[in-house]
T-cell receptor, first 115, second 115 residues
């Protein structure tokens, strides 16, 4: 089956500095869609970014990610972290065969931004 | 805008008791999902449904049943609750018809404590 790996459980960063969250995946299918979800404290997870196009940069709310099928990666980056970025971030994928079964999520990365 | 409503938002249950978590969506989505969220395990799929009358097992279905009586409603049932089922449960809905946009929309979650 599909799998998503997020290597960092916790990322701490100083406000104004860049932040990068790693996400790699394994799937037997070539046609895939990728998502980054963000979950603020006591809130529902919500989509931050989505992509299904290889090597195309996707941006939203200052975050960006590029799907690289050659390296099976979809890392999330921001050039200047803000205090309001403190949250739990999930990487997730959907493949064409199993898309109706929902998304496969990574374990999540908690981001803490300090002043 | 997508709307998924869960009830109750918080629940304390006794070991061996029956628990029913309810979910209602106004998105007219065919697919609905139940996930549980635990630290170190991320979001794990319990049951999902393709439409009214259907329920399918997800990755961790043991100890759980599901019911989809209508397009809008999807319930998760714990017939004999155990302390290991203490968790935060999320319901979600998704549109199966658009592969590249198969994000799921989450409710705000139900915090269940089994004592």
């Amino acid at each position: 089956g599909d799998s998503v790996t997020q290597t960092e459980g916790l990322v701490t960063v100083t406000e104004g500095l860049p932040v990068k969250l790693n996400c790699t995946y394994q799937t037997t299918y070539l046609t895939i869609a990728f998502f980054w979800y963000v979950q603020y404290l006591n809130e529902a997870p919500q989509v931050l970014l989505r992509s299904s196009t290889d090597n195309k940069r996707t941006e939203h709310q200052g975050f960006h990610a590029t799907l690289h099928k050659s390296s099976s990666s979809f890392h999330l980056q921001k050039s200047s972290a803000q205090l309001s970025d403190s949250a739990l971030y999930y990487c997730a994928l959907s493949d064409r065969r199993n898309y109706a079964q929902g998304l496969t999520f990574g374990l999540g990365t908690r981001v803490s931004v300090f002043p | 805008e997508a709307a998924v409503t869960q009830s109750p938002r918080n629940k304390v249950a006794v070991t061996g008791g029956k628990v029913t978590l309810s979910c209602n969506q106004t998105n007219n989505h065919n697919n609905m999902y139940w996930y549980r969220q635990d630290t170190g395990h991320g979001l794990r799929l319990i049951h999902y449904s393709y439409g009214a009358g259907s329920t399918e097992k997800g990755d961790i279905p043991d100890g759980y049943k599901a019911s989809r009586p209508s397009q809008e409603n999807f319930s998760l049932i714990l017939e004999l609750a155990t302390p290991s089922q203490t968790s935060v449960y999320f319901c979600a809905s998704g549109d199966a018809g658009q592969f590249a946009n198969t994000e799921v929309f989450f409710g705000k979650g139900t915090r269940l404590t089994v004592v």
